[in-house]
């Protein structure tokens, strides 16, 4: 099957290219459906390729309802390409299926739909509701002592959103050390700068308030983000919060310069722009 990766832990270099081709499938599907989030679901590529690639998350793409799995929430919806990305490498479905994203009849709808497609854990779009979901699985997995981990990938945007908050206050009260939230701080949301909107700062500060062991970290920086990865496995007796500093677009934003947006929010790339974007993508210029 094109583009299937196996369920290992691979090199830098190779989770590098792999984060290349994630990008290029994102641009790609979009472009082909004329709709989406493209800027939304690169700045979050570093993340989900080392979660799914790097060794972290317990999860077989031929199996993917089994008990005992880690579990990937996208609570940040809309970047639903990148987690489609991941999955169609996992071999969850067809590579090719990418190219039905937002079509009638696809599996690939604009948001995750757990009804729809194996390997989505929660239903999202409508923003703030990933993380409870989370606090729930995690719960539930140290009830089945089973070991399953959780991670929820919020946008900055969301927290804005004050069920974020409940969750995390139940998470710190309930020391859910198999709960990682990771923050994709990219800057931006729909209406402008995520500071100018809300500002949320210092958002490792809230987290550790209610009891959260914190991180701030690179997010487009492979390295960096195994690393956190690594810490927030080994922490005990408390839940996770990494706060993941990217760009929005990230792996194009030469072009999004020259364009003049640098939010580029909820549209495709023009195909006149496809070719130039992905040339920029496989340059790996950021």
């Avoid at 948001?111 to 993380?131: K, V, W």
């Amino acid at each position: 099957m094109k583009g299937v990766r196996k369920n290992v832990s691979e090199s830098i270099e190779s989770l590098k290219a792999l984060a290349r081709e994630l990008r290029k499938d994102i641009l790609k599907m979009t472009t082909e459906a004329g709709s989406g989030h493209p800027s939304s679901s690169m700045s979050a590529v570093e993340v989900v390729t080392a979660l799914y690639f790097g060794g972290f998350l317990k999860f077989d793409g031929k199996n993917p309802k089994a008990a005992d799995r880690d579990r990937f929430i996208l609570s940040k919806g809309h970047a639903a390409p990148v987690l489609y990305a991941a999955l169609a490498h996992k071999g969850v479905f067809p590579h090719e299926e990418l190219m039905t994203l937002r079509k009638f009849g696809s599996r690939l709808e604009g948001h995750p739909n757990m009804l729809r497609l194996a390997g989505i854990e929660a239903s999202t779009g409508s923003l703030g509701q990933g993380l409870s979901v989370g606090v729930g699985y995690a719960l539930a997995a140290r009830l089945a002592k089973n070991g399953s981990h959780t991670y929820v990938m919020t946008g900055d945007g969301e927290l804005g959103q004050g069920q974020i908050w409940e969750a995390a206050a139940s998470a710190g009260k309930y020391q859910l050390d198999n709960l990682t939230c990771i923050v994709d701080r990219n800057g931006y949301q729909q209406t402008g700068s995520a500071l100018d909107v809300l500002n949320m700062d210092p958002i490792d500060g809230k987290f550790a308030a209610f009891g959260w062991a914190t991180q701030v970290i690179n997010g487009n920086d492979l390295e960096e983000v195994i690393d956190a990865l690594k810490r927030a496995k080994a922490t005990k007796g408390r839940p996770t919060c990494i706060v993941s500093l990217t760009k929005k677009g990230f792996g194009m934003l030469k072009l999004l310069s020259k364009l003049k947006d640098e939010n580029f929010h909820g549209k495709p790339m023009p195909a006149k722009h496809l070719e130039e974007a992905l040339a920029e993508v496989e340059a790996g210029l950021g």
